[in-house]
């Protein structure tokens, strides 16, 4: 984007002369708790700049409307490869526009019933009705989404200040928050991982984890669970146990689902990392599967998360603990976890 190139300049970011509630909706977008609507503005404005005839609107060109065209392969072509090129600074989306907040032909008031994040997309039809009635203004709204950007991206190099001493008291208490909020189990698997690599490295058990995407079925992963934990690189890697982390109550059907693919990659260890307990009509049906399997020479767990992480907090002792910490923060960024999950961990460290 040259807008890009302006605001990262030697001479500083520009003067913008924009009416304050224009800008106050874009660094809100650019910032959105939706991941999608950060994409919007720059890929937006951008099709509107480099082409006056589009309406900046538009998502698709079966909209109908003059200026109608199909903003997802700009996204795709420009606004995503921007994306990967500067540390995933709106959220690391490989298909934002494939996602259903923008399953529509427009940004337009007639869509926004259909939005989980209503007052989201109102800033963003806002904006660009603004680019629609003040076209000569569209490279300043350009500018002012390219330096919303760029003060977002000064957050996205990370560190994570883990204290030289950590307790037991404190550790437990910042996993705790940090796990509290609903995100789809994407902290809570981080958390898994980085216990069961400090488990694997301080009792020299395994000396690698590797974690699937949380999203992506086990089936299109190759992957017996959510974690392996094993020796070996990319291409010898030998698990020798599995955890699956589940973020609601255990299910029968949760249970025996992993069990073929546990045979298949002879895995003989698995843990169920569960956070909501078991569900009370399948406690008997699991109890009883996990004796049959026994017998079988297949090792099944099913334990509560805040359990398993006080119990192993303790064994690992003070080294341990500080290194468990450490490994959140690395399976964050390996994970590519969003910038709100990176920034509450740091957050949270630093108050330890």
């Not at 976890?337 to 330890?352: G, T």
Request: glycine letters at 6%.
């Amino acid at each position: 984007m040259a807008a890009w190139a302006v605001v990262t300049s030697e001479a500083g970011p520009p003067q913008i002369a924009l009416p304050p509630e224009i800008v106050d909706a874009i660094e809100r977008s650019i910032n959105s708790p939706t991941k999608t609507y950060r994409y919007v503005l720059p890929t937006q404005l951008s099709s509107k700049s480099a082409n006056p005839a589009l309406d900046a609107r538009s998502i698709q060109a079966k909209w109908g409307q003059p200026g109608a065209f199909d903003a997802r392969t700009v996204c795709q072509d420009m606004v995503v490869e921007f994306d990967r090129d500067h540390h995933n600074v709106l959220g690391g989306s490989a298909e934002p526009y494939a996602n259903n907040p923008l399953r529509i032909p427009a940004i337009i008031l007639k869509a926004r019933a259909a939005q989980r994040n209503p007052k989201g997309f109102d800033d963003l039809i806002l904006v660009l009705d603004y680019a629609e009635q003040h076209p000569d203004h569209v490279d300043e709204l350009l500018l002012a989404t390219a330096v919303a950007i760029n003060t977002r991206l000064a957050t996205a190099h990370v560190v994570y200040p883990v204290p030289n001493r950590v307790s037991f008291g404190a550790a437990v208490q910042a996993v705790n928050e940090f796990s509290s909020a609903k995100t789809g189990g994407i902290r809570l698997q981080a958390i898994a991982a980085a216990l069961m690599q400090a488990i694997g490295t301080h009792f020299r058990l395994f000396d690698r984890v590797v974690s699937y995407n949380i999203n992506a079925a086990d089936a299109s992963t190759g992957s017996a669970a959510d974690l392996e934990c094993g020796s070996g690189g990319e291409d010898d890697f030998k698990a020798v146990s599995a955890v699956e982390v589940k973020d609601r109550p255990l299910t029968i059907g949760h249970t025996q689902d992993k069990l073929a693919a546990l045979r298949a990659k002879g895995i003989r260890e698995m843990i169920y990392l569960i956070r909501g307990g078991v569900l009370a009509a399948d406690r008997q049906a699991i109890a009883d599967l996990i004796h049959k399997e026994f017998a079988t020479g297949q090792n099944l767990y099913v334990t509560e998360f805040s359990e398993f992480l006080r119990v192993t907090l303790i064994q690992l002792g003070e080294l341990g603990r500080r290194t468990f910490l450490e490994n959140i923060g690395r399976e964050l960024d390996e994970r590519k976890a969003d910038l709100s999950h990176r920034i509450k961990w740091r957050e949270l460290l630093a108050k330890m």
